[in-house]
């Protein structure tokens, strides 16, 4: 068995002994493993996937362009025309009116921009000594060297000795607990609070009613940056009928990191959205900001996230996120009767999940919901994330929660 691969985030002796779960094909709301066997895709792959698998129009799109013009540097005054087209089309769809728009080749490069720019924002103001970047308790902000410092999980922060100087961690579910640093440590020395909406890989917990607009007002009235970290909850899966969470809960945020949704995953691209009070020391002239990425706005990549926009609007995939909102809390709302189940969390756009009694058995949980013919991923501390793709429909719903049922229950396959 070939065993060059080190994949992300596992206990490569387990894969090794067991060998990999390759997938071949995908299409829709499904996929295949290489010996032919069919799964239900509950995670949409890694949150990223919303407008489904096997979208050839996708796929042309990236290939028209790489036969033009694949990549140039995005550096100085250079830039594509596609990339250029590209953020045009984000400003127009930005929480904020005349945000603009920073490419990245992911998520994590996304947040890793957003705190370098908003210690180097403070510094362009004559503060200097705003340097220090809140996150949360559970949360997860990608694995670049700011994104982990600022989780709040503290196995993925494990080995690493301290990363990076003048981060702090709050409570993720008490307005307060932020309210609290703040008054302790000084406004004056905090320059931004990164929030996910949702927490995503930390167990999928969705925010308290109220707390997304609570903080935000802390750190408005405290002069602290709101960094929305949408890198999950973009480009529809928030429900609402809206592009993103700040847009539904009217956060303003004065920066925005995206990614996964922005392509559905079918070429790696993130943005930061930037709120024009924030980008405007750096366009009034003589100032730079030495940052960039080699394939930040890449011209194939940008090409893809336009035929990926074309779809979600062509579609109505919006109201369609809007519908597995009330879809899977109706279906996955009974699971919670298991005595393997403690709680099932749903109610806010296509994202749900289904905590385990024994958070230790998620990891074999998800070797029986192969069995079972759905394809799934365990959050935080034993949560079965749910995700899927906007296409999935209301019957595919109900075979999901059935399929899940019966794993949970401890049927065998049938």
């Not at 010996?35 to 995670?43: F, I, K, Q, S």
């Not at 890989?201 to 109220?210: D, T």
């Not at 602290?224 to 928030?238: K, N, P, S, W």
């Amino acid at each position: 068995m070939a065993d060059a691969l080190w994949h992300g985030f596992a206990d490569m002796g387990a894969v090794s002994g067991s060998g990999p779960f390759v997938v071949v094909r995908g299409e829709g709301t499904r996929i295949w493993d290489r010996d032919g066997n069919r799964y239900l895709d509950a995670t949409a792959g890694l949150w990223f996937t919303n407008v489904g698998h096997g979208r050839t129009e996708i796929g042309t799109a990236v290939a028209d362009q790489l036969s033009r013009l694949a990549h140039y540097s995005g550096f100085g005054d250079f830039t594509s025309d596609v990339t250029l087209e590209l953020a045009e089309r984000l400003a127009q769809i930005a929480p904020v009116p005349g945000s603009k728009v920073f490419f990245t080749s992911g998520g994590s490069d996304s947040v890793d921009s957003a705190a370098k720019l908003a210690r180097r924002y403070w510094h362009e103001r004559g503060r200097p000594e705003k340097e220090i970047i809140v996150g949360r308790t559970k949360a997860y902000h990608g694995m670049h060297v700011a994104g982990t410092a600022l989780a709040g999980i503290p196995l993925n922060r494990e080995g690493y000795g301290e990363l990076m100087p003048s981060a702090e961690t709050v409570e993720w579910d008490n307005a307060k607990s932020l309210l609290g640093l703040i008054e302790r440590l000084g406004a004056e020395r905090i320059a931004a609070f990164f929030c996910e909406p949702i927490i995503g890989a930390g167990g999928i917990y969705l925010p308290p009613e109220g707390y997304l607009r609570e903080v935000r007002d802390i750190c408005r009235e405290h002069d602290v940056l709101f960094v929305a970290d949408e890198v999950v909850t973009g480009f529809g899966r928030i429900g609402g009928e809206s592009w993103f969470a700040s847009s539904r809960f009217g956060l303003e945020p004065d920066m925005m990191t995206t990614a996964k949704g922005l392509t559905s995953g079918y070429v790696p691209m993130g943005a930061v959205f930037i709120a024009p009070h924030i980008a405007e020391p750096f366009f009034s002239g003589g100032v730079w900001w030495r940052h960039g990425y080699t394939y930040g706005g890449h011209a194939g990549a940008a090409a893809g996230a336009m035929a990926n926009l074309d779809i979600i609007e062509r579609e109505g995939l919006l109201a369609e996120a809007d519908r597995l909102e009330s879809d899977l809390a109706a279906a996955l709302a009974p699971l919670a009767e298991l005595d393997s189940v403690s709680e099932v969390r749903t109610g806010l756009g296509a994202v749900s999940a289904v905590q385990l009694a024994d958070p230790t058995a998620a990891v074999g949980m998800i070797s029986r919901l192969r069995e079972h013919g759905v394809s799934g991923r365990a959050a935080g501390q034993g949560a079965l994330q749910i995700s899927p793709a906007f296409v999935m429909t209301t019957e595919e719903v109900g075979e999901l929660a059935d399929r899940m049922r019966a794993a949970l229950s401890g049927r065998a396959a049938g």
